[in-house]
T-cell receptor, first 115, second 113 residues
Framework: AQSVSQHNHHVILSEAASLELGCNYS??????LFWYVQYPGQHLQLLLK??????LVKGIKGFEAEFIKSKFSFNLRKPSVQWSDTAEYFC?????????????FGKGTRLSVIA | ETGVTQSPTHLIKTRGQQVTLRCSSQ?????VSWYQQALGQGPQFIFQ???????GRGNFPPRFSGLQFPNYSSELNVNALELDDSALYLC????????????FGPGTRLLVL
């Protein structure tokens, strides 16, 4: 069955700390991978995406993610978090072969950044 | 902003009632997908519409139905509401293709009492 696993339910970091959020997926065939962010009171926004090519992708606000095919992983990283990064982060996957297949989401990781 | 709008923003209904939620896609997008996000969970796929036809459905009962109009706006209808239908309903618009991004609207928060 297709699934996405996000290892951390809630992460608390101090400002300037480094961030890594884990994401593993189970999905047959070619995949597209996404990280979405949901800031408090706001809608889901695309942070970054991987379709093909360079497995290290850079997104907005200094975030990056690395696709490791052998590990079925797409971990999100940021070298130095800010208070404004406090949000819910969702990893998602869909098929990359044809059509526009449904996104399968993880349960999300809540990030709290404290001063 | 994604250009995807949804209405209403909040809604309170009672068990057994029916509800219609609306979504206006981003300009130029021909595909709309609906998701249900329960509290503390990731969004779950309900169904997708492409060129006014249902193009895939998740594990939701038939009382969840939808429409897509020629201008690519869309409706989600839920009949015989149950308490467990309380959730945030998200609409995402995109183009049809193997490497396309889905852009989400702000959602409609439905509370069923």
């Amino acid at each position: 069955a297709q699934s996405v696993s996000q290892h951390n339910h809630h992460v608390i970091l101090s400002e300037a700390a480094s961030l890594e959020l884990g994401c593993n997926y189970s999905y047959g065939g070619t995949v597209n991978l996404f990280w979405y962010v949901q800031y408090p009171g706001q809608h889901l926004q695309l942070l970054l995406k991987y379709f093909s090519g360079d497995p290290l992708v850079k997104g907005i606000k200094g975030f990056e993610a690395e696709f490791i095919k052998s590990k079925f992983s797409f971990n999100l990283r940021k070298p130095s978090v800010q208070w404004s990064d406090t949000a819910e982060y969702f990893c998602a996957v869909n098929g990359g072969n044809s059509g526009n297949t449904p996104l399968v989401f993880g349960k999300g990781t809540r990030l709290s950044v404290i001063a | 902003e994604t250009g995807v709008t949804q209405s209403p923003t909040h809604l309170i209904k009672t068990r057994g009632q029916q509800v219609t939620l609306r979504c206006s896609s981003q300009s130029g997008h021909n595909t709309v997908s609906w998701y249900q996000q329960a509290l503390g969970q990731g969004p779950q796929f309900i169904f997708q519409y492409y060129r006014e036809e249902e193009n895939g459905r998740g594990n939701f009962p038939p009382r969840f139905s939808g429409l897509q109009f020629p201008n690519y706006s869309s409706e989600l209808n839920v009949n015989a509401l149950e308490l467990d239908d309380s959730a945030l309903y998200l609409c995402a618009s995109s183009l049809m293709g193997p490497q396309e991004t889905q852009y989400f609207g702000p959602g409609t928060r439905l509370l069923v009492l």
